[in-house]
């Protein structure tokens, strides 16, 4: 077990601090002053975390982060089915990006589905010399000619595309009269914009609203019939299937969803969804743009809600039921008591083996305080969390809804520091992305992918609370750990762990 859970909070708050100290003291002066403003141990009560966030990384300096490209085509708009993304530049931003989530899809490849392929105008020194405009339109018409059944084509600027100064917007509108009015969307996401792929995720949200939202009113589908219980999923990449198990419930509970963004979600979807009385976020770090545009436009209100685990599912079901009637807050009840008796077999199951277990996480997006509450309906505890791109609302959040007094707070944490607060700490599992997977395994510390699920999933829903917690447990539990001695139990770790 880990030793912080011997220690009482005010233990855990002044360890933690001495932790911070001790870590930055290996830097250089001007940098331990820029890393000190991301680190931080919350203290109860307070409104946010008190770390600087959304700022650029230091030069030399191991980050995680991912660029605005990868924000955009990869987040935002790569998930949708029926839509081509071309990667406007050299080949490699492309191939990198190429299948790295596992956001399903129902549809057939290559004919009208065509998230798992990857285009690339495939950029070479002359079209850097001369311009891609015109070997952008060619690869326009060529894929108009070989996947007919695309819905619509996006172009994913990489970053020479913003240093040459290609013209994307005009070629998107030449090619869209020339092809019938097909809806081709220009997004100007080049790496190099923004300090993470934050930016990117903003980038893809004007590109949505500018080139499809704001070009289709809510009269322009006839043959859509509204209804008072329309809802649209917003945020939810369907990784591992994450969408598909929150849609259930919302069904279940008697709404109608007629959108997902973007997991398994069709352009189709995007344009109905001014139709929606609700718009359901989330991930708000990805989409929380989008929502408030759609709010302020058509009048759309939305709210942030949080499925993972069930005490967070009840609390986010009857959320989003106070928007509607009595039959749907009725229903959310009804969905509620009808999944507890298997989620109280699954707790009754890994509770026992899970109790008092210590997490550290660090993933992007909504997970470093979305999935708390699971842990904690494990018996779990989180003992550090941080973002690779958050916001300041996002620690807001977190502060004011998940963490206990004296976690460890660390944002944009650098490879040096992670492993530091890692090894003085000694969690029972770690949380985070295939960057850090191989570090910590190496150290004798279980440890989960928290992006995709570690090719598992999906997590979301009560059916995924219980593919969560079989997961948790056999990371922690299982006997290979046996077999693997951490550093520190042969020699101590410098610093705090050497007073011990």
């Known amino acids: 077990m880990s030793i912080v859970t011997t220690q009482s909070a005010a233990e855990m708050k002044a360890r933690n601090k001495q932790l911070i100290d001790e870590a930055l003291k290996i830097y250089p002066e001007k940098t331990a002053k820029r890393r000190a403003k991301h680190l931080n141990v919350h203290e109860a009560g307070k409104h946010d975390c008190g770390v600087k966030s959304n700022l650029k990384s230091i030069p030399g300096v191991m980050t995680t982060r991912g660029c605005a490209y990868a924000g955009s085509k990869g987040v935002v708009w790569g998930p949708i089915k029926d839509m081509i993304n ?119 949200n004007d ?78 770090r990805s989409m929380n743009y989008i929502s408030r545009h759609m709010e302020e436009k058509f009048g759309i209100p939305w709210c942030e809600y949080n499925f993972f685990g069930p005490s967070k599912i009840a609390d986010s079901l009857r959320k989003i039921a106070s928007f509607f009637d009595e039959r749907i807050k009725e229903g959310a009840e009804r969905v509620i008591a009808k999944y507890q008796p298997l989620m109280a077999s699954v707790i009754e199951k890994y509770r026992p083996r899970l109790q008092g277990k210590t997490v550290m996480l660090f993933v992007g997006g909504l997970r470093p305080r979305h999935v708390i509450g699971a842990y904690e309906d494990l018996g779990m505890e989180v003992v550090g969390t941080g973002y690779e791109f958050g916001h300041h609302d996002d620690y807001q959040r977190t502060a004011q809804h998940y963490l206990k007094d004296g976690t460890l707070i660390y944002d944009d944490v650098t490879g040096y520091e992670f492993e530091r607060f890692v090894e003085t700490i000694q969690p029972d599992l770690v949380g985070s992305g295939i960057k850090e997977k191989y570090v910590f395994q190496k150290m004798g510390i279980p440890f989960r992918q928290m992006h995709s699920w570690d090719y598992s999933g999906p997590y979301h829903g009560y059916d995924g609370f219980a593919i969560f917690a079989r997961d948790m447990d056999m990371a922690i539990n299982s006997p290979v750990w046996k077999k693997l001695k951490a550093p520190w139990k042969d020699t101590p770790a410098p610093g705090l762990m050497a007073a011990e």
């Open 86 to 204: 071309i990667s406007h530049g050299p080949v490699g931003c492309g191939q990198y990006s190429w299948a790295a989530r596992r956001n399903y899809y129902i549809g057939k490849t290559g004919i009208d589905s065509f998230v798992t392929m990857q285009f690339t105008s495939d950029f070479q020194e002359k079209d850097i010399v001369f311009g891609g405009d015109k070997k952008l339109g060619k690869v326009i018409d060529e894929l108009q000619e070989l996947f007919p059944l695309n819905h619509g084509i996006t172009i994913q600027s990489e970053c020479p595309i913003g240093l040459i100064g290609d013209d994307i917007e005009a070629v998107s509108k030449a090619k869209s009269k020339e092809h019938n009015g097909k809806t081709i969307v220009p997004v100007r996401c080049e790496g190099f914009r923004g300090v993470s792929q934050s930016l990117g995720h903003h980038i893809a």
């Open 207 to 284: 590109a949505l609203r500018d080139w499809i939202l704001d070009r289709v009113s809510p009269e322009a589908t006839p043959a859509f019939e509204s209804t008072p219980y329309d809802v649209t999923i917003i945020g939810d990449y369907n990784i591992g299937g994450d969408a598909w198990s929150s849609r259930i419930l919302l069904e279940e509970m008697g709404l109608r969803v007629i959108a997902q963004w973007s997991g398994d979600g069709s352009l189709a979807e995007l344009e109905a969804t001014p139709r929606a009385k609700l718009n359901l976020l989330h991930c708000y």
